[in-house]
């Protein structure tokens, strides 16, 4: 009987869960106007494809994963365009069930493998024990389903200036929530001298999972999911909550359909997830000095703007010190990052908070990265890279925390 009922428990918990068996991942590369329009066209619609990348331009490589069923619909449309492509991944399904560990880890809160919602929230509330009258709880706002988008402000001086770090807004890119708690986990334990003097110079407010609804359900239904859950219309759910914030809200690179994974929302802040921390962001960013929020997957160090080629004031620095960043972030693993805007380095894509805490509150060192890899795993990074992603982050970080902390003291001699 006992049995029975295990039976039954695990065929329910598994019975709905989306799988991707044989689909596969296919890169192409737009080389002229005709084959890009095909692809747009292509992407604009939900068809059954995934596109993984997007097309942006011409000579930029397009990822999509194309279901079993549509291989003879997407050969077809290839060759029919002369555009060659190369499979990158073969079964998506065999990522899913090799990129985390075969026995999950029994100690503590770990980096060997990725976490559920409510082992980081747990994680979190654990912190604030450890790290009494330096770390506090916060609140950045609450979900759709009414869960709570926690963080932790770590302090240890008051008056600080203020750091924003911020993770898992895509819900399938675990490795950013990864990151992020683990750059948290070094803010408050590295013996570092730079680092430990990194923790003591700035205020930080991290929030590894401000998606939770799409982040729980990339765990118990579908591992791909990216958006929202809220129910949006024609039997579809959610908006891509990095397209949903108030600043040239849908002017590119975004959707006005529903059922695609780049819908904006029904209008701008029509997510509660978006609209709760932009209130919260904007109650903390007197002292604001840096945005630093993290993706997958491209390799890329970015910054503001997305919306336009317009160059932000200190377009120079940026890019000059992201450059450095990159130096840095390849020293251990010779992981290759390129640097640029939103706008130039991936495409034109407005809407996000990136562009949002840059345009409204003035961060002056707003960065997103897209972690690893470069297509590969894609957003199935197994579990035994978070630690060198994580490492290899951090030295990015520091190069940009030290650049900022010097630019402060600059400007109080003056
Ligand atoms: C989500 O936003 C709507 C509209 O403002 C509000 O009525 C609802 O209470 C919010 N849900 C949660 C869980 O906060
Ligand atoms: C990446 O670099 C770290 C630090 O130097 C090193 O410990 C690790 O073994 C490297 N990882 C790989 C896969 O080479
Ligand atoms: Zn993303």
């Given at each position: 009987m006992l049995r029975l009922l295990c039976v039954l428990v695990v065929s329910a918990v598994f019975a709905d869960r989306a799988t991707y068996y044989n689909y596969q991942v296919r890169r192409v590369v737009p080389e002229n106007q005709e084959q890009l329009k095909v692809l747009n066209d292509l992407e604009a619609e939900?068809?059954?494809?995934?596109?993984?990348v997007r097309p942006s331009r011409i000579q930029k490589a397009v990822d999509i994963m194309v279901p079993p069923h549509m291989l003879p619909f997407f050969s077809e449309i290839a060759e029919g365009l002369n555009l060659k492509s190369e499979i990158y991944i073969s079964n998506v399904q065999h990522l899913i069930d090799t990129e985390r560990p075969k026995v999950r880890p029994t100690a503590d809160f770990g980096w060997t493998d990725y976490h559920t919602l409510d082992e980081i929230y747990a994680w979190l509330d654990s912190l604030v024990e450890t790290h009494p009258g330096v770390v506090t709880s916060i609140v950045g706002g609450q979900s759709y389903e009414d869960r709570q988008i926690k963080g932790v402000k770590v302090s240890f001086k008051a008056g600080n200036p203020v750091i924003i770090l911020e993770g898992g807004i895509h819900a399938a890119e675990w490795i950013s929530s990864a990151t992020v708690t683990y750059i948290l986990n070094k803010l408050l334990t590295s013996e570092d001298p730079v680092i430990a003097d990194l923790a003591q110079s700035f205020d930080y407010y991290v929030f590894?999972?401000?998606n939770p609804d799409g982040y729980v359900y990339s765990h118990t239904t579908d591992r791909l999911w990216r958006k929202t859950r809220r129910p949006v219309g024609n039997g579809c759910y959610g908006a891509d909550p990095n397209r949903n914030w108030d600043f040239h809200w849908m002017e590119a690179g975004a959707s006005s359909d529903p059922c695609t994974d780049y819908y904006a929302g029904?209008?701008?802040?029509?997510?509660n997830e978006t609209r709760s921390l932009a209130e919260y962001f904007k109650s903390i960013s007197d002292n604001l000095v840096g945005y630093l929020d993290f993706h997958s997957y491209s390799q890329l160090l970015m910054f503001p703007y997305g919306h336009t080629a317009e160059h932000v004031s200190n377009y120079d620095e940026l890019l000059a010190l992201g450059l450095e960043g990159a130096a840095a972030l390849a020293r251990n693993n010779g992981t290759q990052y390129k640097v640029g805007s939103i706008y130039e380095a991936i495409y034109p894509a407005s809407g996000s908070s990136l562009d949002w805490v840059r345009g409204n509150l003035g961060a002056p060192y707003a960065y997103v990265w897209e972690l690893r890899d470069t297509g590969r795993y894609g957003f199935l990074l197994p579990a035994n890279q978070i630690i060198d992603t994580g490492e290899e982050t951090l030295n990015s970080v520091i190069v940009i925390l030290q650049e900022a902390k010097r630019n402060l003291q600059g400007n109080t001699k003056r």
């Open positions: 939900p068809n059954g494809l995934y596109f993984w590894p999972n401000v029904e209008y701008a802040f029509s997510e």
